[in-house]
């Protein structure tokens, strides 16, 4: 059950079932008159079960609680709408919050997934039974809308608010300096990369996820707790690996559209996964999705660099070197 990290901030693994994450790290800091619980977990009745034991072992009064979701994520934001009372205060990014609030439902993506080579029968079928689809939240409780450089003040913790765009439009990290801890949801995990999509052609993930990792390592962090998996120490040192990762995606894209132009559904396919299947016809679909949606951000950052072309009318959309 819950699990003291440092003085009065506590860790509650939430099972986030038929999920390759396995399970979400909800953060608990109770303070002198009120609690801030950090990420929920999915809308499901296993991680409601698990946060309502974990809360009542830590003895924490409901109506003296407050949640802060680091981003829209329904693994992070899903359960927090069933675990909030009448006098909870819900904190949560602008950014994300006006996405909730022009939801159209996943016809726009699906489309747009079209537009990039994406089969888009398959990707409806999949994304209907995909469990943040499942397992989102009910409805959207009153949201206290938070800015980047905000403080929460709780306990002997002095948390600001760290606008980390790039997983999310408004992902927020939050961290106390004088104990040097970042509460950093999905912006910095250990062993996995955090998934950086993008689905319009208005967006630059890629780009401000690299901006947000550079803002992060000039940050005095000794202590890093993630949304998922372990917890680890050398930010820095993690920073340096996710950059490189994403040179290197950078690099074996351009590579693969030297032998000319192709949509991102083609050069995903052309990509090294880590994904258990012989081919990538046989790779489940949602994974398909995660790295089609994976290279469309790598496909956007060269676009801005001006590395490669779009190619003005082909349908799918397709990409070539601006300089072969």
């Not at 072992?57 to 609680?65: G, K, Q, V």
């Not at 990014?93 to 079209?114: C, K, Q, V």
Request: hydrophobic share 35%; aromatic share 10%.
């Amino acid at each position: 059950m819950p699990e003291e990290l440092f003085p009065g901030l506590y860790c509650i693994r939430v099972p986030l079932p038929k999920s390759p994450l396995k399970y979400l790290n909800s953060y608990v800091v109770k303070g002198d008159d009120r609690t801030l619980v950090v990420d929920t977990g999915f809308n499901h009745r296993d991680c409601l079960e698990v946060m309502q034991a974990g809360l009542a072992e830590l003895n924490i009064d409901p109506y003296r609680t407050d949640y802060f979701i680091t981003h829209l994520h329904a693994d992070h934001f899903g359960l927090v709408h069933r675990l909030a009372s009448k006098t909870s205060r819900i904190y949560f990014n602008r950014p994300d919050s006006e996405l909730i609030e022009s939801w159209e439902g996943f016809g726009p993506m699906i489309a747009y997934a079209g537009r990039n080579g994406f089969p888009e029968d398959e990707l409806r079928s999949a994304l209907e039974n995909h469990p943040g689809h499942k397992h989102g939240s009910e409805w959207v409780p009153k949201l206290n809308i938070i800015n980047d450089g905000d403080i929460f003040r709780i306990g002997p913790y002095r948390f600001a608010c760290i606008l980390t765009p790039g997983h999310s439009t408004g992902h927020m990290c939050l961290f106390d300096s004088s104990h040097k801890i970042l509460i950093a949801g999905d912006h910095l995990l250990i062993d996995i990369t955090p998934n950086i999509q993008c689905w319009s052609d208005d967006q630059n993930p890629l780009g401000q996820y690299l901006a947000s990792l550079e803002r992060v390592r000039e940050l005095d962090v000794a202590h890093v707790l993630p949304g998922h998996r372990r917890r680890f120490s050398d930010h820095r040192r993690r920073i340096d690996e996710l950059l490189q990762h994403h040179e290197d995606r950078l690099a074996e894209t351009l590579a693969i559209l030297r032998s000319g132009s192709k949509n991102a559904y083609d050069v995903a396919s052309q990509m090294k996964w880590d994904i258990r299947s012989d081919s990538w016809a046989e790779c489940p679909v949602t994974q398909r999705w995660f790295a089609t949606g994976e290279v469309i951000s790598h496909l956007r950052l060269l676009e801005e660099q001006g590395r490669i072309v779009r190619r003005r009318g082909s349908n799918p959309t397709t990409f070539y070197l601006s300089n072969p």
